[in-house]
């Protein structure tokens, strides 16, 4: 039973509170320290339900769902990506940037270019918009692939 308070002790402490017994147990060797094996640590610490996120990383963060959105018409529902394009020269890409409609799965915009960056994704976005002739307070949903 002394072992055990030992244990739980040690793994409470300031010093190893947010360390896993993996950790632990070579911090204490080097001190010269010997309370019990690894496995005990564990099996120990498990049945106490202190094995839960001991490190420093913080907790896992709930993702929620996107949101859905349907499409029962042209232009409502754009979905858009960025694409490597490899080129006759190794290690040299190419970007396509590509609009699609959701609906009629046409593809309403794309454009190649040499680098990657937001503003010739806007460039293409705003040229598209142009092409397929929508108001300016049409609200087109985009979804990223």
Known sequence: M???ESIFDVCNSKAFCSQTPKQIIPALADKAIYLASESSFYRILRA?????HR???ANPATTK???????DG???????DITYLASTLKGVFFYLYLFMD???RKIVGWEVYE????????????????TEALPVKHKVVLQQD
Do not use: C, F
Not at 48 to 52: E, Y
Not at 74 to 80: E, G
Not at 119 to 126: G, H, M, Y
């Open 2 to 4: 002394r072992r055990k």
């Open 48 to 52: 106490a339900g202190q094995l839960h």
């Open 55 to 57: 490190g420093r990383t």
């Open 65 to 71: 769902k996107p949101t859905a959105y349907i499409a």
């Open 74 to 80: 042209p232009n409502q529902v754009w979905s858009w």
């Open 102 to 104: 959701i609906y009629s």
């Open 115 to 130: 680098n990657e960056s937001s503003e010739q994704a806007a460039d293409v976005l705003r040229k598209t918009r142009l």
